[in-house]
T-cell receptor
Framework: AQSVTQLDSHVSVSEGTPVLLRCNYS??????LFWYVQHPNKGLQLLLK??????LVKGINGFEAEFKKSETSFHLTKPSAHMSDAAEYFCVVSKSGGGADGLTFGKGTHLIIQP | DTAVSQTPKYLVTQMGNDKSIKCEQNLGHDTMYWYKQDSKKFLKIMFS???????INETVPNRFSPKSPDKAHLNLHINSLELGDSAVYFC?????????????FGQGTRLTVV
């Protein structure tokens, strides 16, 4: 079985300051990990993915995440927040090898950007 | 050109009705999914479909049934709709069954049962 825990349901930062969205995972297999973003009333867009290559992964819009196996974490960061970053962010784990589990989503972190 | 498209975008219907949501992907992917997003934004997989193999999440009521006329389509049929079925339903596809590649999502269908 696999699971994802997003440690914060809401994160609020000021525009121009760093963003940290925390994610811990649990998996019996070698996982693939993803971060998706959902803007209001929109579908989900992939930000970045980890699939057992480099542990520091760079994504779109200046986001990056670091896979730390020892800490079972995959936190998402961005050096400087922009107003357009306000959205819901989902950490996702996929069992390598696929199967019935499919993608397991965290409960989401709502990112608020203060002007 | 939309990669994964769902129709309709909004669906309002009465309890007890039967409805369908259509999904098409033009990415040539082998695997398609249906996810349900509840009012708290939590996403949960309902079905995975790959090369004629259907994996059903055991918590999904049998009133829900996926239909795949071909590899590019995975439609969702819902019988005897209930108030609790109100949610946003997302279709998605991925290149493989292996979990190594990301899933591409449609824009969602907001279903409201009244």
């Amino acid at each position: 079985a696999q699971s994802v825990t997003q440690l914060d349901s809401h994160v609020s930062v000021s525009e121009g300051t760093p963003v940290l969205l925390r994610c811990n995972y649990s998996s019996s297999y070698s996982p693939s990990l993803f971060w998706y973003v959902q803007h209001p009333n929109k579908g989900l867009q992939l930000l970045l993915k980890y699939t057992s290559a480099a542990t520091l992964v760079k994504g779109i819009n200046g986001f990056e995440a670091e896979f730390k196996k020892s800490e079972t974490s995959f936190h998402l960061t961005k050096p400087s927040a922009h107003m357009s970053d306000a959205a819901e962010y989902f950490c996702v784990v996929s069992k390598s090898g696929g199967g019935a589990d499919g993608l397991t989503f965290g409960k989401g972190t709502h990112l608020i950007i203060q002007p | 050109d939309t990669a994964v498209s769902q129709t309709p975008k909004y669906l309002v219907t009465q309890m007890g009705n039967d409805k369908s949501i259509k999904c098409e992907q033009n990415l040539g992917h082998d695997t398609m999914y249906w996810y349900k997003q509840d009012s708290k934004k939590f996403l949960k997989i309902m079905f995975s479909y790959n090369n004629k193999e259907l994996i059903i999440n055991e918590t999904v009521p049998n009133r829900f049934s996926p239909k795949s006329p071909d590899k590019a389509h995975l439609n969702l049929h819902i019988n005897s709709l209930e108030l609790g079925d109100s949610a946003v339903y997302f279709c998605a596809s991925s290149q493989d069954w292996g979990g190594l590649t990301e899933a591409f999502f449609g824009q969602g269908t907001r279903l409201t049962v009244v």
